[in-house]
């Protein structure tokens, strides 16, 4: 299982990127949560771009403290993680 989630980590990736930047559903809190949950699985399962989105959308983004300090641990892990 752990291979086909490393395999299809890119794919979860481009679709969280492709759901983020449509015009669909523009200001929904459903959008923002199944897209913040793609990229979340995305970059825990090796996708480094998915890992600099998240990062970035959990530090500007974030609903609250936890969120935005959580991104600045993100930001802090990308050059360990290759990005």
């Not at 090796?46 to 609250?64: F, I, N, P, W």
Request: with cysteine.
């Amino acid at each position: 299982m752990r291979l086909v989630m490393k395999l299809i980590a890119p794919l979860l990736g481009w679709l969280a990127f492709a759901a983020f930047r449509s015009s669909l559903l523009k200001s929904s809190r459903a959008k923002h949560q199944l897209v913040m949950k793609l990229f979340r699985k995305a970059a825990d399962n090796g996708s480094t771009k998915a890992l600099s989105v998240y990062g970035h959308l959990l530090h500007y983004r974030g609903e609250d403290e936890t969120n935005r300090i959580q991104g600045r641990f993100t930001f802090a892990a990308q050059p360990s993680r290759g990005c």
